[in-house]
C-alpha cells in the first residue's frame, strides 16, 4: 500500500463508472492513485533503507545486552552498594583522562554504575566514555563509547546514526526526513484506495498474478497503515526542518519542553546546566549528599547526577527510565548547601511536551521495552515487503518482461474548482511545514505539467493518437 500501487485497467482513472455523477472521492481517486504510484516509485528506496535500518536499530537493544554483557551486568549480586562518591572515585582510578560529565545509577541490582567522562582523547565530540563501576565491590568491569541521553553503546549508536543519517552527517539527516516526510501520505493515499476497492479485493481473493500481489499488497498495507502514520508523526519531530517548525509551532502554544534552574541559590531565570565540569565530580557537599537531597524528593533510580557546570551551578540530577511507566522528575541541589533550589515534576509538563516524549521514547522502542521493540520490528518488516510487493506489481503490469507504464495523466483536469482549489491550499500550507514534502513535490508537478503538455503536443501531431488514455500522450 506504501509504494507502487495498482495500475491494471480497472484502475484507470479513465475507467467509465457506473455511477452517472461521481462524487468528490471517486474524482480524486485518479489523481491519489497517481500521487501514490510516483511517490511510491521515487521515495520507496529511501523508505526501503529507513525500513531496513530501523528494523536493526529496534533489534539492537536486545543485541546490546547480549554483546555487552560484561560491562553492563555484575557478576554477583551484593547485600550493600557502596557510596555513589566511591564508585566514582575507582572509575577515576581506572581512567584518569577526562572530566566527569554525569555519573547514572543503575536501574536492576545485577546492573553496573556508569560514569561518564568528557573530553577523553580518541572519543568523538559529542559522545562521552562510560566506565562501568560493580556498585557492590567497585570493580570496573570495562569503559565504552557512549551516545546520547538513551546510553547507547558502539552497536546501537552505529546502527541509530546509519538509520539517522547513513553517517553522512547533517547532510544525511535529509534523506530521513524525506521518507517521514513522505510515508504518512504515501500511507494514508494507499489507505483510501484500499477502503474504495475493498470490495473488489474481496473477489480477486485466490487468483494468481497481479492481481494476488494486489490484494497482498493493499491488505498488509490496511493493518500497518497506523503503524507507518505514527513513525512518520514521530519522526518528524526532531528531524532538521519540519522538527524546527513543529519546536516553533510548540514554542508558540506554551508547549514547550520545559528545563529546570541549574542557578545556585534558586535563581528560576536560568536553564540546564552543561556537563562537564570538574575531573572528579565532587563540588562542595559531594555527590552523596546531592544523592541523598534528590532521593528526599522522591527520585528513585535510575537517576543521571550532572555536576555543576561553573561556581555559579548547581547539581542536576534527574530522573532517566523512559520505559513505561517513565520516571522523569529532576531537582536542582546547591553544592554549597546541599538544598534543593528546583524542582521539575514530568507531571507538571505541558501537554505537547508529554506527548512529543513519549512519542520519541515510542518510536525508538524504549518506552514499552521488548513489546516496543518487536512491535517496531514487525512495521519496518511490513513497510520492506509492501515496498518489495509495489515493485513487483509494477514488473508484472509489464508482463514480467520491463516494467509497466505509468498511471496516465488527466486527473488534475478532472477534479473540480471547487475542490482541487482547497485542496492545493491545504497541500502549500503542509508544504511549508515540511519542506521535503513540499519542495519535491511541486518539483514533481512541475515536471509532470511540462512533461504532459509536451506529449500532448506530440498527440496533436500523430493522427488517430487517442490523447489522455493508456498512458499516451494528454494533458497532466
Given amino acids: 500500500m506504501t509504494t507502487a500501487p495498482p495500475t491494471d485497467t480497472d484502475e484507470s482513472p479513465h475507467r467509465t463508472e457506473s455511477a452517472p455523477s461521481p462524487g468528490g472521492r471517486a474524482l480524486l481517486r485518479p489523481l491519489i492513485l497517481r500521487l501514490h504510484f510516483y511517490a511510491g516509485v521515487l521515495v520507496a528506496p529511501f523508505l526501503l533503507v529507513a525500513a531496513t535500518t530501523g528494523f536493526l536499530y529496534a533489534g539492537s537493544f536486545q543485541a546490546e545486552k547480549i554483546l555487552y554483557a560484561d560491562e553492563m551486568t555484575v557478576p554477583e549480586v551484593g547485600d550493600t552498594r557502596l557510596p555513589i562518591s566511591e564508585q566514582v572515585e575507582a572509575a577515576r582510578e581506572a581512567h584518569p583522562e577526562g572530566a566527569v560529565a554525569t555519573v547514572r545509577t543503575s536501574a536492576q541490582d545485577d546492573e553496573t554504575t556508569r560514569v561518564m567522562l568528557a573530553g577523553v582523547p580518541g572519543i568523538d565530540e559529542g559522545k562521552t566514555l562510560a566506565v562501568f563501576v560493580d556498585p557492590y565491590t567497585g570493580q570496573v568491569r570495562g569503559a565504552l563509547e557512549q551516545y546520547g541521553s538513551t546510553g547507547a553503546l558502539p552497536l546501537r549508536t552505529w546502527i541509530d546514526e546509519f538509520h539517522r543519517d547513513l553517517h553522512l552527517g547533517e547532510t544525511g539527516r535529509l534523506y530521513s526526513e524525506l521518507a517521514a516526510s513522505w510515508l504518512w501520505l504515501i500511507a494514508a493515499g494507499g489507505l483510501v484506495l484500499w477502503f474504495s476497492r475493498r470490495r473488489a479485493l474481496r473477489k480477486v481473493r485466490g487468483t494468481g498474478g497481479r492481481r494476488r500481489t494486489l490484494g497482498l499488497h493493499g491488505t498488509v ?128 509538563y505541558p501537554l505537547l511536551a508529554k506527548l512529543t516524549r513519549w512519542g520519541i521514547d515510542l518510536h525508538t522502542g524504549i518506552l514499552f521495552g521488548l513489546v516496543n521493540q518487536l512491535a517496531l520490528m514487525l512495521v519496518a518488516l511490513s513497510l520492506i515487503v509492501l515496498i518489495l510487493l509495489g515493485y513487483r506489481m509494477w514488473w508484472q503490469r509489464g508482463r514480467g518482461s520491463a516494467f509497466g507504464r505509468p498511471v496516465p495523466r488527466g486527473a488534475w483536469a478532472k477534479v473540480p474548482p471547487q475542490i482541487l482549489v482547497p485542496l492545493l491550499a491545504v497541500t502549500a500550507v503542509v508544504g511549508y511545514f515540511l519542506p521535503l514534502l513540499g519542495v519535491p513535490l511541486a518539483a514533481f508537478i512541475a515536471v509532470d505539467v511540462v512533461l504532459g503538455e509536451i506529449a500532448h503536443r506530440r498527440g496533436r501531431r500523430t493522427p488517430g493518437a487517442p490523447a489522455g488514455t493508456g498512458g499516451r500522450p494528454g494533458r497532466p
Fill in 221 to 348: 498495507g490496511a493493518w500497518a497503515a497506523i503503524g507507518f502514520l505514527f513513525l512518520s508523526a514521530t519522526g518528524l519531530t526532531w528531524s532538521t526542518y519540519a522538527g524546527a517548525n513543529i519546536g516553533e509551532l510548540r514554542t508558540s502554544l506554551g508547549h514547550s519542553t520545559p528545563s529546570i534552574s541549574a542557578t545556585a541559590g534558586g535563581d528560576h531565570g536560568g536553564h540546564g546546566a552543561a556537563a562537564g565540569s570538574g575531573g572528579t565530580a565532587e563540588h562542595g557537599v559531594g555527590l552523596d549528599k546531592v544523592l541523598a537531597a534528590a532521593r528526599a524528593e522522591g527520585l528513585g533510580d535510575p537517576v543521571e547526577i550532572v555536576p555543576p557546570a561553573d561556581a555559579s551551578s548547581a547539581y542536576v540530577v534527574r530522573q532517566v527510565q523512559r520505559s513505561w511507566p517513565e520516571k522523569q522528575d529532576s531537582v536542582a541541589v546547591d553544592p554549597s548547601t546541599g538544598e534543593v533550589t528546583d524542582v521539575l515534576r514530568f507531571a507538571d
